[in-house]
């Protein structure tokens, strides 16, 4: 008996991957696939716990009814997602671009307020 593996098997541990097609009728992963990734596993766990924290702000951007069941649906959906074993990179990131159009408005208007409040405690002080 030889000790070598088996011609058709492969093992991958560790790292990360970037477009990896594996396999015999070429299978595809697109996006990043993390084998054994600790760290990996306590981002997704800061993401989800963010995420749950931040949803009634998230939907409150939105200015109308419409804009915030929008917002509600596309935030419940990333949360499903993210509760699987293996959530799905794509859905993920494509729900989340939703979920940014209405939010970069905001995010560059909180920007500005804050570097107003910056120059005004800088060059006034605090009052």
Do not use: C
Not at 76 to 97: G, T
Not at 99 to 124: R, Y
Request: proline fraction near 3%.
């Amino acid at each position: 008996m030889s000790s070598t593996p088996d011609r058709n098997s492969i093992k991958v541990t560790g790292g990360t991957f970037n477009g990896v097609a594996l396999g015999i009728g070429r299978t595809v992963q697109h996006g990043a696939v993390r084998v054994g990734d600790v760290a990996a596993d306590e981002q997704l766990d800061r993401l989800r716990i963010a995420l749950g924290d931040a949803r009634d702000s998230i939907v409150a951007a939105a200015g109308t009814e419409k804009g915030r069941s929008e917002l509600a649906y596309e935030v419940h959906k990333i949360e499903e997602e993210l509760a699987e074993p293996k959530p799905d990179a794509a859905n993920v990131r494509s729900r989340w671009a939703q979920v940014q159009k209405v939010l970069d408005p905001l995010a560059a208007t909180t920007k500005n307020i804050a570097q107003i409040t910056n120059l005004v405690t800088t060059l006034f002080g605090l009052g």
